[in-house]
């Protein structure tokens, strides 16, 4: 494995106890990334509020960063209602534009937070670095989004079909169960319907929160669940679906089998989790 992309716009959160700090997939997922020992080339795009200019730093300290500058950075504040987080977007940054030069890359990691990675832009960037192995987490295009409301899960029949070209090419998606409006309470009736919109081609993992996720591998014939024996409790779970997402691609760029990469993704997940506990 010679490089590893990492794809998605940086955020800034603000939580319920007052607290102002930068986000987004590529954060998590570039700390899993140097945690299995590479250091990622990061395509962002960002505003120059300071909590992003503070992401930017963490980011530069990772790899080699490629920022697209914006007038503003993608924003959510972060509320707890009845035990669930829920997310408030704020503020919407630009689209992404795929820059020459990226380099050549093995594994491409495109994982966005809001709408900054169009249809279009998602073809340029296969069209221009033809990767060995590309993982997808497609929860920001399940996102309907409205500024000053919270976010909902977009019902599939509403993702564009371009977007649903794009996923069934991927090698790998990965999405959260509490992503998708259809059948919240039956993750394998979940898994069903995103198979019919994805076709046959690419390994779909459903994450399932501190209850693990669902594996659906197209070279065999079964769903298979899978639920960790150590269970990480009372932490925040923020970035434990990117950070099983790079771990995930990184495993299978390095040729483990699908069964075996999102064991060691999922393992990666819980010495994150363990590292918050107080």
Do not use: K
């Amino acid at each position: 494995m010679n490089g590893l992309l990492i794809v998605g716009g940086l955020t800034i959160d603000h939580f319920a106890d007052g607290r102002t700090a930068p986000g987004g997939s590529v954060i998590h997922s570039g700390l899993a990334a140097v945690a299995e020992g590479h250091a990622p080339t990061i395509l962002t795009v960002a505003g120059d509020e300071p909590a992003a200019r503070d992401g930017l730093n963490r980011l530069a300290a990772m790899g080699e960063l490629v920022c697209q500058a914006a007038t503003r950075t993608a924003t959510y504040r972060h509320e707890e209602h009845a035990s669930r987080r829920v997310l408030v977007y704020e503020a919407a940054t630009d689209p992404i534009v795929v820059p020459d030069g990226l380099g050549s890359q093995d594994v491409a990691l495109v994982a966005p937070i809001a709408d900054e990675l169009p249809a279009d832009a998602v073809a340029a960037l296969f069209g221009a670095l033809r990767p060995r192995c590309t993982v997808m987490l497609i929860q920001g295009w399940l996102r309907r989004l409205e500024i000053g409301a919270p976010v909902r899960p977009l019902p599939l029949a509403d993702v564009p079909e371009g977007l649903w070209t794009a996923f069934g090419h991927a090698d790998a998606v990965v999405v959260s169960t509490e992503d998708l409006a259809e059948s919240p309470e039956d993750p394998f009736a979940q898994a069903q319907a995103l198979r019919a919109r994805l076709g046959e081609a690419p390994l779909l993992v459903l994450t399932l929160g501190q209850q693990g996720y669902l594996l659906d591998d197209p070279d065999t014939d079964r769903v298979v669940a899978s639920m960790p024996r150590r269970i990480v409790e009372g932490v925040p779970m923020v970035g434990a679906g990117d950070t099983f997402g790079a771990a995930l691609a990184i495993h299978l760029a390095r040729g483990a089998d699908p069964a075996t990469a999102a064991a060691a993704a999922t393992e990666r997940v819980i010495r994150v989790l363990e590292g918050r506990r107080p």
